[in-house]
């Protein structure tokens, strides 16, 4: 699916109809903050015409993404009382059958299915209103399922929350490969798991570029770590830099496609200093001076006129922020812990995430840029590397949670609830980098 | 043990042939990293919590590694740096890099000569001991020389 993805979304994109149904304009946020979850149906969907798996598929992959939301209950299809696939328009909901077993929204639909096109109309319906507040009407062809259905529950998601969702975005992280550590990317939800290097090294500190197809990582496939680039989709690899320095932690900048500037840590004897690379892995701009701390894991604020790093130049490592140029450095980590790394500043510029050692382990703490109203998300096993949704709502992050020592990636809102496990361990999952939304 | 002899060898001789050489082609059965294991010809040094000091122990030891390589001038040695799993992963690459870099200053203020060496991180990548506990990441906080 991914190969052609971008042509994909502009077919996707050339077909959404406005249905009148669009007249419902959304009129309540319902959902905001933690709290009550709320519980919501997604049965069957009607075949109109023709064969397709779809019908099953869309509502177990829209109810995956809501349950990895946090904001829903998914309600088991073993207690609908409606024949599973009726057809039917908004007069054919019988809203007793899903009041009487505590659903207050519903997701139905149809398929026609044509030769290899689907059209896919769904609906979100508010139970206890009874009435349609959502319709969408999409097309594509069988491969396109899961685009389709991500679209929907980004849909719904911004209907109760006033904000689209991160549904359809992809993670790529480091992985055990025998002694190996390989690059891989998967989706959200954690399925469609993907090996991208077979280095036979250590392929690690991999980022995103703002087109969502390119990443940059550290790999050892010269025996040396040195700087790369790789087009996810043809997997072609470029090598950006070469032999010493050390670099590691390479970032584009955000939201500007046409930079061919990276933000990187490169080091040097026991120096470790933050930097800006053009692509051939020139040095265009030192931004931290040669102090012999090490200076490692840089972030852009979202309007690249920032830049958070960790540091042990005050002694332990802790969390700083300071100007693109350089200036204006500051101390962002105040929490009672002599041991803080691994800054990541959210999209909307408010928050950055960081982790601290802490109640016998590491552990995710989210603080306000200028680092006051720190708060603690996790406090037990050891998490590491949180990274942000790209609507700013979820932090994905290694976690040894009931796991006995070995990491595995998980999810949750960035008030700290909702925890969702997404991969099962491959014997070490390490650095995961959420990706941007498809452009 | 005949397997892992056989495998360390083969590593030793991937080394000693493919560190001028940076455009090799990746074959099944190649490796890009070392091993992880205790050091033979030259002893292995540790390092405290978060740090790239050397201890007493550190320097007797390297003194010990120093006199090894003095009397076998024809051998180079490649110092790897690692740390232990706790922490993230970019900052124990740099303190292991550190930990490879300190080691390698003192072996050349013992008289070693910078040509004969080489440093590489493996930061928490490449853990001696897979345990999760204080005995395995004491063990894991190491400099490793590699002979060839």
Redesign the interface.
Known sequence: MRPNSIRFTLVILAFIVSIPFEAFAQTDIYIRGSGKLFPIALPQLCLQQGESQAVKEIPQIIARDLDLSGYFEVVSPDAYIETPGKCGGPESVVYTDWTVIGVEGLVRGTVIANGGNLTVQLYLYDVQKRSMVLGKEYSGDASQIKKISHRFANEILKFFTGEYGPFGTQISF?SRVG???ELFVMDIDGSEIRQLT?????A??SSWAPDGIHLVYTS??????DLFRMNINSRSVTQLT??EP?E??AKYKRSEPASELLLA?I?T??D?DIVLLNMSGAVVQRITPSNGA?D??PEWSPDNSRIAF?S?RGG??QIYTMAADGSNVKRISFVTSN?C??PSWSPKGDKIAF?C?ADAG?QIFVANADGSNALQLTSSG?N??PDWSPDGRYLVFAT?QGR??SFVLAMMRSDGTSMKQLTSSRGGD??PSWGPWEQ | MRIRKIMVVLVVAALASGCACRTKKVGPGDSNIGIAEEGKELKDINFAFDSYQLDSVARSLLQKNAEWLKANPSRRVQVEGHADERGTNEYNMVLGANRARSAQDYLRSLGIESGRMSTVSYGEELPLDPRHNEEAWAKNRRAHFNVN
Do not use: W
Not at chain 1, 220 to 225: A, E, F, K, L
């Open positions: 480091s002694r190996f550590k077979n280095d036979r090294g250590l690690i500190s050892y496939r010269n025996r040396v770590p070469r032999g050390l590691l932690g840590s080091t004897g026991r470790s090490i490692v894991s960790c042990n332990g490592p041991y790394t691994s982790v050692r590491f050891s590491e590397d040894t006995a020592g390490s650095e």
